[in-house]
């Protein structure tokens, strides 16, 4: 049996996690893959700390460089995170041509195109199934299972955190901090709680899945991005009143055909809270799981499920890269399947103001006659078909709800129509909108 020795950088929440699958599955995984991985040093910051799952002090060290340029390293495996000292982890060990596992997309979504880069020029590879949706073999998926296809649509409910608290915040009426408190004591939220909650953990991982399935790097900047801070208990309530659930979706879309020069389409990349329609398979995606639809040219729809977030799920998928790397590290084999290769006519990322979609709006407004007059006369100004009218009964004080359903809508026409909404007197707090996805 051969052997492979890892080096382990970073020994949280996953390195742990990595540290004690491989305790438990070494032989399983040694006798299916065909190596006997060995943990050769693993690096953390304080080596004193006490840590959920015990490393003997004697693999433990500090010096991440000296770990990664260890001749006996064949492996390097980035746990620790962020994206400065891990970009040159990662860098260092590219640059020696030793194989690199990482669950960091923060790092790939900011420097993805220069490390892959790097890996093609040293020969080396890069493996990434941790960095988007957890235990989810979903770059597996992207890259074999579904090669022979188009992808047109891709939904994902990828941050367990985010979904942790909506999923809480709904079936058990928490408050959006109490949500998430529980789920930064289990283990799921980033060091930064912002990253989660703010769309943007999501949306580096919606740029790493966009840029696989079209074959061109899409930058973060580029994907409108807007978390779950925002969301009410009341929206949750009103949503589901009207049959749906507030999930926070990110949504990769293939645009018509444009007709030109060269036929083109424009990919849509966003990530939000949008209205999920119950009786749809991902309304019913709760607590910390992700699910990926995928909707291929040739397969139709395909959806996995699994843990989102966590030591075990994530370590799951860091085990799947290993076996990989250290069956490509054996027969020399370097970008077996290149990870972002350029595909037929892309025309780049559609500006979100271009985008189109059906919208919940929630006002708060003044309840006497001729309110709804007023917004109805502005929406029509713009164009802007209202589906259905909700006002609900039993409201005291100032002011009371007015939930409006809106038919098909660009997001320009929208905004603006809603900030005219806004000014109004009888208006008395921003308005509220969220997307409807009926996929
Ligand atoms: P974590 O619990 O904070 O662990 C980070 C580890 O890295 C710690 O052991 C820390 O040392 C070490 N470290 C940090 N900076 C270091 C430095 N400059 N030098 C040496 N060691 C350093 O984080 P995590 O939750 O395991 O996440 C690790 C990575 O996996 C991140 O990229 C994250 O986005 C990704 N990920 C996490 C999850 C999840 O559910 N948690 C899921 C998928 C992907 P100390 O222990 O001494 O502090
Ligand atoms: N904080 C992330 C989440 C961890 O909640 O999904 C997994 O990437």
Known sequence: ????????????????????????????????????????????????KTRPVPIPQDLLGTDWKAAVED?????VVELMGGTTTARQVVRR?????????T??????????????????????????????????????????????????HLYGILNGTSNYILTRMKLE??????????????GYAEADPSLDIDGHDAAQKAG????????????????????????????????????????????????????GVRDRFRI???????????????????????????????????????????????????????????????????????????HEHHGGVLPYKEAVFPYYVRLSVVDKPGTLAKIALLLGRAKIGISSVIQPEGHEGESVPLILMIHDARHAAMTQALSQIGRLAVVKAPPVMIPVELF
């Not at 060990?93 to 596992?101: G, T």
């Not at 990434?128 to 022979?148: D, F, N, Q, T």
């Not at 799981?289 to 998928?317: K, M, W």
């Open 1 to 48: 049996m051969e052997m492979v020795t890892l080096g382990i950088i970073g020994g949280g929440t996953v390195g742990g996690g990595v540290f004690q699958a491989l305790q438990r599955n070494g032989s399983l995984l040694c006798s299916r893959a065909g190596f006997d991985f060995r943990v050769g040093r693993v690096v953390v910051r304080d080596v004193k």
């Open 71 to 75: 001749p006996s390293i064949q492996l």
């Open 93 to 101: 060990a590219l640059e020696l041509r030793k194989p690199v596992v």
């Open 103 to 152: 669950a960091n997309k923060a790092l790939l979504s900011a420097h993805g195109e220069e490390l892959f880069a790097l890996a093609r020029r040293r020969q080396a590879n890069l493996y990434y199934e941790a960095s988007v949706a957890g235990g989810i073999p979903i770059i597996k998926v992207l890259r074999e299972g579904l090669i022979g296809n188009r992808i047109t």
């Open 173 to 186: 009426g928490l408050d959006f901090q109490e949500a998430l408190e529980e789920a930064q004591r289990l």
């Open 208 to 259: 790493i899945l966009a840029s696989l399935a079209h074959g061109f790097w899409i930058r973060p900047e580029q994907i409108a991005t807007l978390g779950i801070r925002h969301i009410t208990k009341l929206d949750i309530q009103f949503a589901t009143q009207l049959g749906y659930t507030i999930k926070l979706l990110a949504k990769v879309k293939q645009g018509d055909i444009e007709k």
């Open 268 to 342: 849509h990349v966003s990530v939000s809270p949008t209205l999920v329609p119950n009786a749809h398979v991902l309304a019913s995606v709760n607590h910390v799981f992700n699910a990926v639809l995928v909707r291929g040219d040739v397969a139709g729809d395909t959806l996995l499920y699994g843990r989102g977030a966590g030591q075990d799920a994530t370590a799951s998928a860091v085990l799947s890269d290993l076996a990989d790397a250290a069956s490509d590290l054996r027969v020399g084999l370097q970008g077996r399947l290149p990870p972002f290769v350029a």
